[in-house]
């Protein structure tokens, strides 16, 4: 049975860092990625990671950072500089890959992020 599982959410402030976790198991992923959905919006892509490279929505690009650790079937989002505007619920992704939500076959149950000004 497939299962992502997220860690690291929490409640800081403007500037501040949060470092997200996911641990898939059951299989293993060509691609890992975070979404965000925000309170009253649509879930939006924020970074993937394949076994060629990784991409980020603009928003975060410099301040976010993935990556991921092979070995323990996980992916980690470093987030630096946060913003008011980061603040959502974080979801953990797998599946072929892209930015589009659809391409994305299992997801984790959300991780809380609020940047609080």
């Known amino acids: 049975q497939v299962q992502l599982v997220e860690s690291g959410g929490g409640l800081v402030q403007v500037g501040d860092s949060l470092r997200l976790s996911c641990a898939a198991s059951?299989?293993?992923?060509?691609?890992m990625a975070w979404f965000r959905q925000a309170p009253g919006k649509e879930r939006e892509f924020v970074a993937a990671?394949?076994?060629?490279?990784?991409t980020y929505a603009d928003s975060v690009k410099g301040r976010f950072t993935i990556a991921r650790d092979n070995a323990k079937n996980t992916v980690v989002l470093q987030m630096n500089s946060l913003k008011a505007e980061d603040t959502a619920v974080y979801y953990c992704?797998?599946?072929?890959?892209?930015?589009?939500?659809?391409?994305?076959?299992?997801w984790g149950q959300g991780t809380q992020d609020t940047v609080s000004s």
């Open positions: 059951g299989r293993t992923f060509s691609t």
């Open positions: 990671i394949s076994w060629s490279g990784y």
């Open positions: 992704a797998a599946g072929p890959g892209g930015r589009v939500r659809s391409r994305y076959d299992y």
